[in-house]
């Protein structure tokens, strides 16, 4: 029995020696699904080789020389094609032209920037000429201001328009597009020239007359007006000077009813019988005697006052009239303006005037 034993232990210990000589595994298959080779482990389960952590497909790694792999690139910046460029639309059509007399334009429409707005930029050009440019970055209020849907109303007014006008509009969106620029042409309107001259009144004492006419600076005196031939002339009279005692230097329309009271000295009117008693319009204005020099052209003159007195002037004064429209005598209404240059108080006084008038 030793002997079976002994052969039996013999046998085990070849079968180990063996197996340590060849670097066979004699455990069952099953209880792994790895190989040891050295020191380095490959599983089935796992991509790694060793402990290094890198990526085992090396065709990833590959890249033929000259060429960029982008595959891992990704667009990080706006992508400025999904926005439209700004279009500005303007209702007007170019060219324009100013009306009579006007000197001045309001440019309305529309601004659509998808991307919302940042600037809109306006040039002004004369002869080609660059003479202002102007730039709004906030649209709260015109002539830019944001309706909805990133849609603005354009309201830019134009003023003092005394030559041919180039306007230049453009406007930038938040992503820095710019719209393509829209150039609108204006043309002045005609303008007239203001006839102008002087005229000097006499007070109610002094030899020169005290009535005129304001669209041709003819003078005529009390008798001329209030005698046979007062048809002929009461048509005429815009003006009455008088000095009076609380009103000192005044200008009366001829209807002013204070012509007619005896204490103011002048009843010829009321007695003489004249035929037109024409109801001018007056108003002192608050403008400088510099400001009425500039006046050069019909446009320029002032809107109609709605008194028919002018009192207590002085020389440097300035008087706004509109004399009245007769059909009977075929006299149209004309607007002016007249600045006392000189005055002389009292009855026996005078008081002149440059007179700006229509034609």
């Not at 210990?13 to 482990?41: A, H, I, K, P």
């Not at 003078?219 to 001329?224: C, N, P």
């Not at 002929?232 to 005044?250: G, M, N, P």
Request: charged share 25%.
């Amino acid at each position: 029995m030793r002997r079976v034993i002994h052969s039996f232990f013999c046998a085990f210990l070849f079968c180990v020696s063996c197996t340590q000589m060849y670097g066979l595994d004699m455990r069952d298959d099953n209880d792994s699904d790895s190989v040891q080779v050295d020191d380095d482990v490959i599983t089935e389960d796992s991509a790694t080789i060793g402990d290094s952590g890198a990526d085992t497909d090396s065709s990833s790694d590959t890249t033929v020389p000259g060429e960029t792999d982008d595959s891992n690139d990704t667009d990080s910046s706006t992508d400025t094609d999904s926005f439209a460029i700004p279009v500005i639309t303007v209702d007007q059509s170019s060219p324009m032209q100013l009306d009579f007399n006007e000197d001045a334009t309001v440019l309305t429409g529309t601004i659509v920037a998808k991307a919302g707005l940042k600037q809109v930029t306006v040039r002004y050009l004369v002869n080609d000429e660059t003479v202002d440019t102007k730039r709004w970055d906030t649209f709260a209020a015109p002539p830019v201001s944001i309706n909805s849907n990133q849609t603005y109303a354009l309201a830019l007014a134009v003023t003092d328009i005394k030559n041919d006008l180039t306007v230049i509009l453009t406007a930038t969106d938040i992503v820095e597009q710019q719209s393509e620029a829209v150039t609108i042409d204006i043309h002045p309107a005609t303008r007239i020239p203001v006839q102008e001259f002087n005229v000097k009144l006499g007070a109610q004492d002094h030899d020169w007359g005290p009535t005129a006419c304001l669209t041709s600076g003819d003078i005529f005196s009390v008798s001329e007006v209030a005698n046979s031939e007062a048809a002929l002339h009461s048509d005429l009279v815009d003006i009455f000077y008088f000095y009076a005692t609380t009103r000192k230097a005044t200008l009366y329309a001829p209807n002013n009813k204070l012509l007619y009271n005896d204490d103011t000295g002048v009843d010829a009117i009321k007695n003489g019988g004249w035929k037109y008693q024409n109801s001018t319009k007056l108003g002192k204005l608050s403008i400088t005697a510099a400001q009425f020099d500039a006046v050069d052209y019909c446009h320029e003159l002032p809107v109609s006052p709605a008194s028919d007195i002018a009192a207590d002037l002085a020389e440097g004064d300035v008087v706004a009239f509109e004399t009245e429209e007769n059909l009977e005598t075929e006299r149209s209404a004309h607007k002016g303006i007249m600045k006392v240059v000189k005055l002389e108080e009292g009855n026996t006084g005078f008081i002149s005037l440059d007179v700006k008038v229509e034609p």
